[in-house]
């Protein structure tokens, strides 16, 4: 019996792209042990003094979760010392920690080092989101806009989520893999070998608690949605779990659409409310890879040019026709 460990795989996905220094394989087994560590904390949050508010807020203007800080000093740790990355662009932090010389390597890594932080204290799903770019400015020491590029030039991108079981879901551009961690020999094991959208979409996924505050394509589009056709398609059913990792992967899995669309509360959310480089950018390369669609509703969310570290985007990703769909709407109602 051969057990495909998460290294194994990295290595012979490497090995496809020709002679390797390696560090690549060994920055995503980095991500994979730091994501050990987060699950053994979440597996006894309760126990383990995790649950809760640090009392202060974040650069998003969101109470900051004890796991939150304990999630970043973790990856940051892990990551800034590890001799393959020269920055780390961080949902949880203003700035991107710039990596000193000694350490500093040639990969860049965004990461939302605890997604679906209402879900904490309930025990809901949670998880961790990650991208990896190269570095693009001259000398040793990177620069705060090395963390500022299109979703395109992502060279990998994944997430892990802290559910029923902890599962990594990664690709490095050659397809999508998703290994589930085995608490009792303590490796990620492949479990879900190259992963693609299946066709029939079942699933939407949206907070409907804000319609009251949705722009007419997503009204147009949950109207569809809702709507009965004939060949038994429609309606689709919801599911909404409130943390991005968890709702996309159900919907990879099975089929659905995820929305967080821009809406008419407070200002900040004209742009919706998730972050184009730590959370829409990694999520839509893998909807990609697995053969589905990520959208603004009029831009290919991996074509976005970024300006800021923390700049939100409207995210619609999911099965390739269904998104199509919206964007239809988006047409009309810009027409
Ligand atoms: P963070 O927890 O990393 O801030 O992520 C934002 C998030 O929790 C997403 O995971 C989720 O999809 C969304 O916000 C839920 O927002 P809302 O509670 O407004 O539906």
């Known amino acids: 019996m051969t057990l495909t460990t998460i290294e194994r795989h990295i290595i012979q996905e490497e090995r496809k792209l020709g002679p390797t220094t390696g560090t690549f394989t060994n920055l995503l087994y980095d991500i994979a042990v730091a994501a050990k560590v987060i699950s053994r904390e979440v597996r006894r949050a309760g ?3 995790i649950i809760g508010g640090t009392g202060d807020v974040n650069v998003q203007g969101e109470s900051v979760q004890k796991l939150d800080v304990y999630s970043n000093e973790l990856l940051i740790g892990m990551l ?3 001799g ?7 949902e949880e932090l203003p700035r991107p920690v710039i990596v000193p010389e000694k350490w500093a390597g040639k990969y860049v890594v965004n990461i939302d080092p605890l997604d679906g932080s209402s879900n904490i204290g309930v025990n809901a799903s949670i998880g961790s989101i990650f991208s990896i770019l190269p570095k693009k400015s ?3 020491i990177a620069q705060d806009t090395d963390c500022l590029q299109a979703g395109s030039q992502q060279l ?10 902890t599962v990594l879901v990664y690709s490095t551009g050659h397809g999508v893999y998703g290994f589930t961690l085995d608490p009792t020999v303590g490796e990620f094991v492949l479990s879900h070998n190259q992963i ?4 029939r979409c079942k699933y939407y996924s949206i907070n409907e608690g804000y319609s009251a505050y ?6 147009d589009f949950i109207a569809w949605a809702k709507s009965v056709d004939k060949q038994g398609r429609r309606p689709l059913s919801h599911r909404y779990i409130g943390a991005l990792v968890a709702d996309f992967h159900r919907n ?3 089929g659905g659409v995820f929305l967080y669309p821009r809406d008419s509360r407070e200002p900040q959310h004209t742009n919706g409310k998730l972050r184009l480089l730590v959370e829409a950018n990694p999520i839509a390369f893998l909807a990609e890879q697995a053969g589905g669609t990520a959208t603004t509703g009029t831009e290919r969310i991996l074509d976005v040019v970024p300006s800021d570290l923390h700049q939100r985007v409207p995210l619609v990703v999911g099965n390739r026709a269904e998104v199509a769909t919206y964007q239809e709407f988006a047409r009309k109602a810009a027409a």
């Not at 990998?156 to 079981?165: K, L």
């Not at 693609?196 to 066709?199: K, L, N, Q, S």
Request: aromatic residues 10%.
């Open 47 to 49: 126990l383990n003094d």
């Open 80 to 82: 800034s010392r590890s």
């Open 84 to 90: 393959r990355v020269c920055a780390v662009g961080s």
């Open 138 to 140: 001259d000398g040793k």
């Open 156 to 165: 990998g991108a994944g997430y892990v989520m802290y559910g029923s079981s």
């Open 196 to 199: 693609r959208f299946p066709d």
């Open 214 to 219: 949705w722009d007419a394509p997503t009204r």
């Open 252 to 254: 990879l899995i099975d």
